[in-house]
């Protein structure tokens, strides 16, 4: 099995590529745990539930025109589309069984305009939870 390295993934938020201000990106999934076990059993048991799911993102701050600041300040507050091409060859933009394309829907619930200190990069997190199904496709472009 072939390993990873993760330098070539592409990340655009709200149809705006950020890839080469962004740090990292990790998607979380989680479902709901729902118990249903009944008298008589000898261990628990359970059922999935609910799906949820989030991103969080390491920016590199950006105030030019469509960077960083201005597509964050245009998506705040409401819901944005976060897409990720991971694996490999995703310089050329094609999704492949090796390089999935990831779609996830997400209210841009915070973002943080200014933060730093004297002589550092200008960084910030952000995590923002899912509002839908993620989708991912082994098909498509970037």
Known sequence: ?????GKNLRVKVGGTELTTNI???EVTE???E???TAFGQSARSRIAGLKDASVTISFHQDYDASSVNATLGSVFGGTASVVIL???STTQGTAAATAPLYTVPVLCASQTPVSGQVGDLTTFDVTWPAVGEITKSTTGTF
């Open 23 to 25: 740090a990292s990106v």
């Open 30 to 32: 989680t479902v709901d």
């Open 86 to 88: 991971a694996g490999t």
């Open 1 to 5: 099995m072939a390993k990873f390295i």
């Open 34 to 36: 729902i118990e249903t």
